[in-house]
């Protein structure tokens, strides 16, 4: 296999982290509206909880696709 398919193919793998973030976050959002369904009263501290999750999940996201194109450009 050549150099390059080996790039492509850890690459790939890389960037599957964004797939894990975006079903994270749709649970999150899911289980969120939820709480705010049950307790609306509660839905400021849900939101804002709510927020630092996906923001922690889309960084990770973030994490992932910096690898994978430090790993096609840079090596």
Excluded: C, H, N, W
């Excluded at 398919?5 to 894990?20: E, N």
């Excluded at 939101?47 to 630092?52: P, R």
């Amino acid at each position: 296999m050549s150099d390059l398919g080996v790039k492509a193919i850890a690459a790939a793998i890389a960037v599957l982290v964004g797939i894990g973030a975006g079903i994270g976050i749709g649970i999150a959002t899911g289980k969120a509206v939820e709480g705010i369904a049950r307790q609306p009263e509660a839905s400021g501290k849900i939101t804002t909880t709510l927020l630092i999750g996906a923001g922690f999940a889309e960084a990770t996201a973030i994490y992932g696709l910096l690898i994978s194109i430090l790993l096609i450009f840079v090596f």
